[in-house]
């Protein structure tokens, strides 16, 4: 499978190039992922780094085609993957994820809860919404849960793994952009993470939280859809640009292979510096 690479990447203030420039070299051979939100963005390059690394992927979305899509580009690459339609929300749609990834693969050993939303109508404490509250913290709260709730025995059951949940930088730092639910929920899943980590620790499951700055993702975009608005968020990145879903994808292939096999409970920022950051360079 593939060309082997054996230095990382030197550090860039590029982005990277949108064509992927190594092939696998078999971290995840003989693992079962199951990717939440992988019919985009985070999640489909996680699905497709993770099948050139080896590993066989349940790609699920909401999105059914979308994550179809992602299924067929995988093909192309040579990898394992299957698609399954469902809302993180929703505890049997997630329960059903989880099994069908023991149908189709014998196990799971890797679930990494990416699924997550940031609505349009979420605003500061006084003026957003019940429903925007509701609705945020059943995806990007409850989704992380039931993930856990089903995908942790599954890995169990399979000898051992790795749960990755998709936090954010948000939950570090407060933003005068306010997005009170979404904060609120990346905030949680930090917390639960930790505990998650604890309580599993001698089972043999690592659980950590991916927390990416901010990128240039559908996500994010449909959002800063000025130049101003992008130039507000800019200023305090010292990279000086957007992250990009590929480089995040690299990120959650660390958390879930055996190189990260002595972390669990951590919270790990990849966000261009904006988190150490008082004032950026000119
Ligand atoms: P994206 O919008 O490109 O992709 C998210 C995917 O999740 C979509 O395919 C969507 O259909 C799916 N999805 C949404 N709700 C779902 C649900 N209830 N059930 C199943 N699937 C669902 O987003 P992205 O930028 O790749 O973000 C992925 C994760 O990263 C999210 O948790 C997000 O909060 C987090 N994050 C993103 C950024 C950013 O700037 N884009 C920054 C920090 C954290």
Redesign the pocket.
């Known amino acids: 499978r593939g060309f082997g690479s054996t230095g990382g990447d030197p550090p860039s203030l590029e982005p990277p190039s949108p064509v992927p420039q190594h092939f696998g070299i078999g971290k995840l051979i003989g693992k079962t992922a199951l990717i939440?939100?992988?019919?985009?963005?985070?999640?489909?390059h996680a699905a497709l780094l993770f099948a050139q690394e080896g590993a066989s992927v349940v790609v699920?979305?909401?999105?059914l085609a979308?994550a179809c899509r992602t299924v067929e580009a995988m093909h192309e690459l040579d990898g394992q993957g299957v698609a399954v339609g469902?809302?993180?929300?929703v505890a049997d749609d997630v329960a059903a994820m989880v099994a069908k990834a023991e149908k189709v693969y014998g196990g799971l050993h890797i679930i990494f809860n990416?699924?997550?939303?940031?609505d349009s109508g979420d605003d500061n404490v006084i003026n957003t919404p019940d429903d925007v509250i509701d609705r945020t913290l059943a995806?990007?709260v409850k989704?992380v849960i039931y993930g856990c709730r089903y995908g942790i025995p599954a890995i169990v059951r399979s000898g051992g793994g790795s749960v990755i949940n998709?936090?954010?930088?948000?939950a570090f730092m407060g933003a005068a952009t306010p997005q009170i639910a979404?904060t609120a929920s990346?905030g949680a899943v930090l917390a639960l993470t930790r505990e998650l980590a604890v309580i599993h620790a001698r089972e043999g499951v690592r659980v950590n939280s991916l927390?990416?700055?901010?990128?240039r993702?559908?996500?994010?975009m449909k959002f800063l859809d000025t130049e101003e608005k992008k130039q507000r968020r800019l200023v305090h990145i010292p990279m000086g640009r957007f992250?990009e879903?590929s480089e995040?994808a690299k990120a959650a292939l660390f958390l879930a292979s055996s190189d990260s096999s002595y972390m669990t409970g951590a919270s790990l920022l990849v966000d261009g510096g904006i988190t150490s950051a008082y004032v950026t360079p000119e």
Do not use: H, Q, W
């Open positions: 939440t939100g992988a019919g985009s963005g985070i999640g489909r699920a979305d909401r999105n979308a469902g809302d993180v929300s990416n699924a997550g939303i940031m995806i990007n989704g998709t936090a954010s930088f948000v979404y990346k927390c990416p700055g901010p990128l993702t559908e996500l994010l992250g879903a995040m």
